[in-house]
T-cell receptor
Framework: DQQVKQNSPSLSVQEGRISILNCDYT??????FLWYKKYPAEGPTFLIS?????DKNEDGRFTVFLNKSAKHLSLHIVPSQPGDSAVYFC??????????FGQGTELSVKP | EAGVAQSPRYKIIEKRQSVAFWCNPI?????LYWYQQILGQGPKLLIQ????????DSQLPKDRFSAERLKGVDSTLKIQPAKLEDSAVYLC???????????????FGPGTRLTVT
């Protein structure tokens, strides 16, 4: 049972444009949603999070939007830079601090 | 501050052999996690420790996997005997034991890539 889904395995964007990465979830009981970024041969690193009681959180070029009625969240990166090229994981956190990850979306930002 | 350390970085073994992975979390982090990441999938939690105690091991295949966290610091994850489907990256992460109201931000190590032939 895949509770967190990222349906796009890859995304290619031109430098300077907006990157939008999407994530769907099935369980309404999650407390937080987090985005992690992963470069090859490294562990995931935390990027940005949002509480389940909020609908938007912004940090510099990164904004996460949460649509609770649709059980959907998205990560916007504006403007996209070549250094943003990585695999992005969406994760949902329950009350015990357990993270459930999506399958990941590989973002490629072309110069 | 130093990050989460893991060793070895790579390991190749034959099926039915045993293997052990080591993790040293960030100093002061009470919570330690082991994840399995199969190629093309997201990390899947195997076990979560809070200091010395196990908080969640519901997805740990206990017939072949074991983990311990001695003195609430370092941890080892063992597989015995290994199967072909155990080929994956094994990630260790740690976090502070935080109050509710903030997410449990987890810091990941670089992982150990295991290949079972």
């Amino acid at each position: 049972d895949q509770q967190v889904k990222q349906n796009s395995p890859s995304l290619s964007v031109q430098e300077g444009r907006i990157s939008i990465l999407n994530c769907d979830y099935t369980n309404s009981m999650f407390d937080y949603f987090l985005w992690y970024k992963k470069y090859p041969a490294e562990g995931p690193t935390f990027l940005i999070s949002i509480s389940s009681i909020k609908d938007k959180n912004e940090d510099g070029r990164f904004t996460v939007f949460l649509n609770k009625s649709a059980k959907h969240l998205s990560l916007h990166i504006v403007p996209s830079q070549p250094g943003d090229s990585a695999v992005y994981f969406c994760a949902a956190e329950n009350q015990g601090g357990k993270l459930i990850f999506g399958q990941g979306t590989e973002l490629s930002v072309k110069p | 501050e130093a990050g989460v350390a893991q060793s070895p970085r790579y390991k190749i073994i034959e099926k039915r052999q045993s293997v052990a992975f080591w993790c040293n979390p960030i100093s002061g982090h009470a919570t330690l996690y082991w994840y399995q990441q199969i190629l093309g999938q997201g990390p899947k939690l195997l076990i979560q420790f809070q200091n010395n105690g196990v908080v969640d091991d519901s997805q740990l295949p206990k017939d072949r996997f074991s983990a311990e966290r001695l003195k609430g610091v370092d941890s080892t994850l063992k597989i015995q005997p290994a199967k072909l489907e155990d080929s994956a990256v094994y990630l260790c992460a740690s976090s502070l034991a935080q109050d509710r109201g903030t997410p449990y931000e987890q810091y990941f190590g670089p992982g150990t890539r295991l290949t079972v032939t």
